[in-house]
């Protein structure tokens, strides 16, 4: 079984209605302003500030409607990217990929699969992964950010203390992080393959 690290909370809570949305979920997908300050985010990396804000103007317009809620939306945006530029470029981090597909192997059995924001050479320890997330929120607790920082710990041939896993928060402008232990890791590994042994059981019991 496959599940995406943005999907492992939902599941966590309710595996049963999870595994319901699975089976009647309604493909769609719509492209949204944080959807776009993201690429924006990545044209800065590559091409510099101002060319980055060009590119964030011209393509919001491009998916989005024309109005004045929108105009506003926009220059909240190019404040927010303002904002991460300055806090990248205080951090003293190098970027090194953006948008990387992982596929997190937690047993032969399951998969947690999906794709981090950004990975970073640290200047004082290490690496850092991040998620890019528009809201405040509690990220710390949640399952997929043990697996994630043991899966880069590997894919980078790193002590896994020398991983940083966490997210860059644009409504507060910084980035927040931390390192799992071991311990924490190999929990998080348990309690994804409990999760992945309930949802075969409720799979055969509907086949049924």
């Not at 860059?168 to 994804?192: F, I, K, P, Q, T």
Request: contains cysteine.
């Amino acid at each position: 079984m496959r599940v995406s690290h943005t999907e492992l909370e939902n599941l966590r809570s309710d595996p049963r209605r999870w595994l319901a949305t699975k089976t009647t979920q309604q493909h769609g997908f719509r492209i949204g302003g944080f959807k776009v300050w993201g690429w924006a985010v990545r044209h800065y990396h590559r091409t510099g500030r101002e060319a980055a804000i060009d590119y964030l103007e011209e393509t919001f317009w491009r998916h989005l409607k024309r109005s004045i809620p929108n105009e506003r939306r926009l220059s909240d945006f190019i404040i927010h990217l303002n904002v991460y530029c300055d806090e990248f470029e205080s951090s003293g981090h190098v970027a090194l990929e953006f948008g990387r597909r992982i596929n997190c192997i937690v047993s032969t059995s399951f998969t947690v699969s999906g794709e981090v924001s950004r990975v970073d050479l640290c200047p004082d320890r290490g690496f850092a992964v991040y998620l890019f997330k528009e809201k405040s929120l509690s990220w710390a607790g949640q399952l997929r950010m043990p697996l994630i920082q043991s899966y880069f710990a590997a894919e980078l041939t790193s002590p896994l203390d020398e991983v940083a896993v966490g997210i860059y928060n644009m409504e507060l402008g910084r980035h927040e992080e931390r390192r799992y232990s071991s311990a924490a890791v190999d929990a998080a590994r348990a309690e994804a393959q409990k999760l992945a042994d309930t949802i075969a059981r409720q799979s055969e019991s509907r086949a049924t």
